[in-house]
């Protein structure tokens, strides 16, 4: 008799190929186990995952994770896939807000502190009554990474040590 796979080992091998950088493998085995399993809110929500991160569909997959991570509030993991399909689509602060949010429930989630982390931390701007995106102080915070030795070298702002380039 041929054994059946659970939904759980569909989970298992589709965790397996995100992790593994494959997002297209791992949708495959992430709608099988919600097939199987349309009530689990974890397949819901890895489901959507792969679907914004492998097709591309946005809408679709930030409705399956916002209703995973509405039913398993107290999940933290649901909020950070959450927060990876806002990244995945270029909407940072939105991602850092969820990024947040599961914090507040588990602050040792340690996939969660790692993406916030990777995503860096913004230092205030040089001369506080200039805006951010004024050029003197977009300058003068290059000018401030590069003697941090945090920046680009300073040729490519137009200072060097024998000429300017321009």
């Known amino acids: 008799m041929e054994k059946t796979t659970s939904a759980e080992e569909y989970f298992r091998v589709g965790c397996g190929h995100l992790e593994a950088d494959r997002p297209s493998a791992a949708l495959e085995q992430f709608r099988t186990a919600q097939r199987i399993d349309p009530t689990n809110a974890c ?6 995952l792969c679907l914004g991160l492998a097709e591309r569909r946005f809408d679709r997959a930030l409705e399956l994770c916002r209703s995973a991570a509405r039913e398993e509030f107290f999940n933290p993991l649901l909020y950070h896939n959450l ?84």
């Open 43 to 48: 397949f819901r929500s890895y489901y959507g």
């Open 83 to 166: 927060a990876r399909v806002h990244l995945a689509f270029g909407f940072k602060a939105e991602a850092i807000r969820y990024l947040n949010r599961g914090l507040m429930l588990d602050p040792a989630c340690e996939p969660l502190v790692q993406e916030l982390c990777g995503l860096g931390v913004r230092r205030g701007p040089v001369l506080r009554f200039l805006r951010r995106g004024n050029r003197v102080n977009r300058w003068l915070g290059r000018l401030r990474d590069w003697a941090r030795g945090r920046g680009t070298p300073l040729v490519r702002f137009g200072i060097s040590g024998s000429a300017s380039a321009r």
